[in-house]
């Protein structure tokens, strides 16, 4: 779930939704990435975000909405929506069909 994240981040058409938050110090090298709270979203790219978030964070959601019926849910987003499609890379959709197939 983290390779995830990371997929979700560095993927072209959703970095406009990501922001790199500042280091903790100056000698620190993790880099911490997190959703814009201000970015402008429709619908379809809402949901999206919010169905891969609650997959990558360890979260009360997941553990009510279990992983099977969010990856059922993602999987029909992304083959009803063709907004859908074209914000996941060929990467990530790689990513999404392991983790459908691990739930």
Known sequence: MAKLKIAAAASPP???????EPPSNA???KIVVVLKPDAKKNKVEQKLLWLLSTLWEDSHT???ASMPV???????LIQSETQAQELLSLYL????????IIS
């Open 93 to 100: 959709v790689a990513v999404v069909g392991d983790l459908s």
């Open 27 to 29: 000698y620190s090298t």
């Open 14 to 20: 959703l970095r406009k939704f990501f922001a790199r």
């Open 70 to 76: 969010v990856m059922e849910e993602l999987e029909h």
């Open 62 to 64: 997941l553990l009510f």
